[in-house]
């Protein structure tokens, strides 16, 4: 199994700002994403964070937005950049399990709330 | 059309009644499929992965029908503790794409 820490894990932020959110896994894995779940809603995909390149973005969302860096196999970032009320949400990491089962690992996710 | 589609709920069944979930995927290039669980304010985990032959693990029972796009999960002899969201996941040419989940309540 992954363990996985995320920070901060909840915060509350100014229209205009960002915030950089931290994922730290505990063993080197292959594949890290980000989600998004906004309330009462499943997950969606935004990115997968690529070790050492730029992250791959799904429909919907930019770097620009939400830029990620993957430095090595066990840490990344997301910033949300220039927030605004509808960027309320919570942000998962996750990891895809070292043992080839498929299974994603997740953070605790950080929950997100712009005025 | 969604990706993955599933039973929109909420389940609201009392305990140690049995209950299905459904779920659908659209891209025939799907390649594994996955429950996972999650609770209230908490992220999601495993909870089965889902297997041609179909699959039990004590109480709960998966099934896929590769030929009709389907997925199934059932849960018998439900628990209180049981009581959460359950989301269907279908791995897609190397992405995870989440169902929109389907919430359960058990009751006394």
């Known amino acids: 199994s992954a363990v996985i820490s995320q920070k901060p894990s909840r915060d509350i932020c100014q229209r205009g700002t960002s915030l950089t959110i931290q994922c730290q896994v505990d063993?080197?894995?292959?594949?890290m994403f980000w989600y998004r779940q906004q309330p009462g809603q499943s997950l969606t995909l935004i990115a997968t964070a690529n070790q050492g390149s730029e992250a791959t973005y799904e429909s919907g969302f930019v770097i620009d937005k939400f830029p990620i860096s993957r430095p090595n196999l066990t840490f990344s970032t997301l910033t949300v950049s220039n927030m605004s009320p509808e960027d309320s949400s919570i942000y998962l990491c996750?990891?895809?399990?070292?043992?080839?089962?498929?299974?994603?690992?997740f953070g605790e996710g950080s929950r997100l709330t712009v005025l | 059309r969604k990706e993955v589609e599933q039973d929109p709920g909420p389940f609201n069944v009392p305990e140690g009644a049995t209950v299905a979930f459904n779920c659908t995927y659209s891209?025939?290039?799907?390649?594994?499929f996955f429950w996972y669980r999650q609770d209230c304010r908490k992220e999601p985990k495993l909870l089965m992965s889902?297997?041609?032959s179909g699959n039990e693990d004590g109480r709960f029972t998966a099934q896929l029908n590769r030929a009709s796009q389907y997925i199934s999960l059932l849960i018998r002899d439900s628990k209180l503790s049981d009581s959460a969201t359950y989301l269907c996941v279908v791995n897609i040419l190397g992405d995870m794409r989440f169902g929109a989940g389907t919430r359960l309540t058990v009751k006394p």
């Open positions: 063993s080197q894995v292959t594949m």
């Open positions: 996750s990891a895809l399990g070292t043992l080839n089962t498929g299974e994603l690992f």
């Open positions: 889902v297997y041609s």
């Open positions: 891209n025939s290039a799907s390649q594994s």
